[in-house]
């Protein structure tokens, strides 16, 4: 199932006249929905093509995560989210997000990139 992803306008004008649309929707402006990556056990991950025939690589399930520490980067097990900046409720279902803060077996860990498309987790470490 496709998402429209081009924003919808007031369909009333400022007089309370209606206004009509003035085209129809066109395919470029239709999406997947969100991937919604999870914490996990195991890694679960899906090829999808995407406009223009690349390739994206998404996660459903990751356990792992590329951490950047002051001695480098090292491979971690995560535990669980602890809070996520967009959405409250993300945090309690463990859903990866840009900027989510993470529980890691090296200590509490920041989420900087989009797990959801580019198929790893990676992280720097918070203090």
């Given at each position: 199932?496709?998402?429209?992803?081009?924003?919808?306008?007031?369909?009333?004008?400022?007089?309370?006249?209606?206004?009509?649309?003035?085209?129809?929707?066109?395919?470029?402006?239709?999406g997947q929905?969100?991937?919604?990556?999870?914490?996990?056990?195991?890694?679960v991950r899906?090829?999808?093509?995407?406009?223009?025939?690349?390739?994206?690589?998404?996660?459903?399930?990751?356990?792992?995560?590329?951490?950047?520490?002051?001695?480098?980067?090292?491979?971690?097990?995560?535990?669980?989210?602890?809070?996520?900046?967009?959405?409250?409720?993300?945090?309690?279902?463990?859903?990866?997000?840009?900027?989510?803060?993470?529980?890691?077996?090296?200590?509490?860990?920041?989420?900087?990139?989009?797990?959801?498309?580019?198929g790893v987790?990676?992280?720097?470490?918070?203090?």
């Open positions: 199932m496709e998402n429209y992803h081009k924003p919808f306008k007031a369909t009333a004008r400022g007089t309370g006249g209606k206004r009509h649309k003035n085209s129809d929707k066109k395919l470029v402006h239709f929905p969100p991937t919604n990556p999870k914490l996990g056990e195991k890694d899906m090829v999808k093509a995407v406009r223009g025939g690349a390739l994206k690589q998404k996660i459903k399930t990751i356990a792992y995560m590329n951490l950047l520490m002051p001695s480098g980067m090292k491979k971690v097990k995560m535990r669980n989210v602890t809070e996520t900046p967009d959405n409250r409720h993300h945090a309690r279902q463990n859903i990866l997000t840009l900027g989510a803060i993470v529980d890691t077996e090296a200590g509490k860990a920041k989420v900087t990139n989009r797990p959801g498309q580019d987790v990676n992280g720097i470490l918070v203090k």
